[in-house]
């Protein structure tokens, strides 16, 4: 079984292009970029890593874990834990000038805040967008002052064995670093335990330690090729990393207008289009019934500019598009290959699942919320929701819940408030097996316990 040190992501082939990228042009530097001596020694590399430099961040978080003592135990046969706090760090890459940030899953799991700091040693807030833990990826968000430097996404489907690519992360807390190294393999395969394999992950040699999980991997063009996220811990110079073709993939579900609650546009965006007069995102699908379907967005059409602002590659047009607020008027300007025409549309609202409602109906819980406040001072995040009584003979009463446990999670997922507990309520079905974990503070002494929930 091969053992990795973070985890990996779920397998899915890369995506091909309809039409090739548009033809690579380096960013022009201002003179004096390099000096006359430095001139000569200056390589593709040297190059890459010159533009790419700024786009690359560190990112610090903070976490509260608990240690668990293994020689007590209480009526949960679990044993007593208490409460600390922690830092880690890992490394992103900036893929849209608004401040939006590419990095692992795993690197933001957990974090009760964020920080990233930059190559100039600016350090910025950062909250979570989305994440995907399942496929290691989310995306972070700061606000700059300024726009930001971003990675070039490229392609992954046709990289090549022994081509040269750069890493540039933050290795062991060292700060921004680079390596370099080649394409060691294609299609790797890698089983993390006996029911889960992963497949399709690049290796490398460059070399890849704690702390470049969520950085680039970039091709000598300066294009971001992948993102690297794990390393043998038992081999030297053995490192994977996600192919950008599947991170592309995933853009819509981490940079949708869903990712900011219950909103709907209605439209699924495939790749980017190629002569520079139809350049833009084509339109994959559009759904029924939807707020697109009703302003006559078709299939096919390729998107060119969203409420004025030109959207030449796909994180543009999901950025311009979650950046509008639901329920006001904005535009979109689409291409057929000859004839453009601007259309007018709203992002729509869905009514929110009653999360009090369904915990009740569901698994006979009495749910509160405990605060923001409340919910810092013990560790817990941005808020947490607490069981305010227990129904005495449903579902939570059988599993040994009470009155004043926190709700920490169900299943993978954290629940801070009641709208996030009414999503995932909102799937859950009668006869449905709920797991349901649960925090419970005696004192100093903090019990925690996973249970499952029969549904009803």
């Known amino acids: 079984m091969h053992q990795v040190l973070l985890p990996l992501l779920l397998a899915l082939a890369p995506l091909p292009y309809a039409e090739p990228l548009l033809p690579y042009s380096p960013v022009p530097y201002p003179p004096g970029a390099y000096t006359p001596a ?33 020689g007590f135990f209480d009526f949960f046969d679990t044993p007593f834990s208490r409460r600390m706090k922690t830092n880690s760090v890992g490394s992103g890459a ?18 009760t805040s964020l920080r990233v700091i930059f190559a100039d040693k600016t350090v910025l807030p950062a909250r979570v967008i989305a994440a995907l833990p399942s ?36 290795p062991l807390g060292l700060g921004q670093t680079v390596t370099t190294g080649v394409v060691s393999a294609l299609g790797r395969e890698l089983q993390e335990n006996d029911a889960v394999t992963f497949h399709d992950i690049i290796q490398t040699d460059a070399a890849i330690n704690p702390g470049n999980s969520g950085g680039p991997l970039l091709d000598i063009l300066g294009h971001l090729v992948g993102v690297n996220t794990a390393i043998r811990t038992d081999a030297q110079n053995v490192g994977f990393a996600i ?3 599947r991170v592309r993939r995933f853009l819509p579900a981490l940079l ?10 209605g439209i699924d965006l495939g790749g980017e289009s190629g002569p520079a007069l139809r350049r833009g995102i084509e339109i994959a699908r559009v759904e ?52 453009v025409r601007q259309v007018r549309l709203m992002i729509e609202a869905l009514p929110a699942p009653d999360g009090r409602e369904l915990a009740w109906a569901r698994l006979g819980l009495r749910i509160a919320p405990l605060g923001v406040r409340a919910a810092q001072s013990l560790g817990l995040g941005e808020g947490a929701l607490a069981i305010a009584a227990v129904e005495r003979r449903g579902p939570a009463a059988a599993a040994g819940l009470q009155s004043g446990d926190l709700v920490l999670q169900f299943g993978r997922y954290g629940v801070p408030n009641l709208a996030s507990l009414g999503r995932l309520l909102s799937v859950v079905k009668p006869g449905d097996d709920v797991p349901v974990t ?12 996973t249970v499952f929930l029969h549904a009803s």
Do not use: C, K
């Open 243 to 245: 192919p950008v073709d």
């Open 94 to 111: 900036v893929i849209h000038a608004d401040g939006y940030i590419l990095t692992n899953a795993h690197v933001v799991a957990q974090a």
């Open 38 to 70: 430095q001139r000569p020694r200056v390589t593709p590399i040297v190059e890459a890593v010159r533009e790419n430099r700024e786009a690359v961040v560190n990112v610090a978080a903070t976490r509260i874990v608990e240690v668990q003592d293994q």
């Open 288 to 339: 029924p019934g939807s707020p697109a379907m009703s302003a006559g967005l078709r299939p096919g059409e390729v998107v060119v500019s969203v409420a004025g602002r030109p959207t030449p590659s796909l994180v543009d047009a999901l950025v311009a598009v979650l950046e509008e607020p639901p329920g006001r008027l904005f535009s979109i300007t689409v291409s057929d290959g000859g004839a």
């Open 256 to 265: 949708g207008v869903e990712t900011r609650g219950r909103f709907r546009l």
């Open 135 to 170: 496929e290691d990826l989310a995306i972070i968000r700061v606000h700059p002052s300024h726009p930001l430097r971003a990675v070039r996404l490229g392609r992954s489907d046709d990289l090549m064995v022994g081509e040269t690519v750069i890493a540039i992360g933050n």
């Open 438 to 449: 649960v925090v419970r503070v005696r004192g100093d002494v903090v019990y925690r316990l």
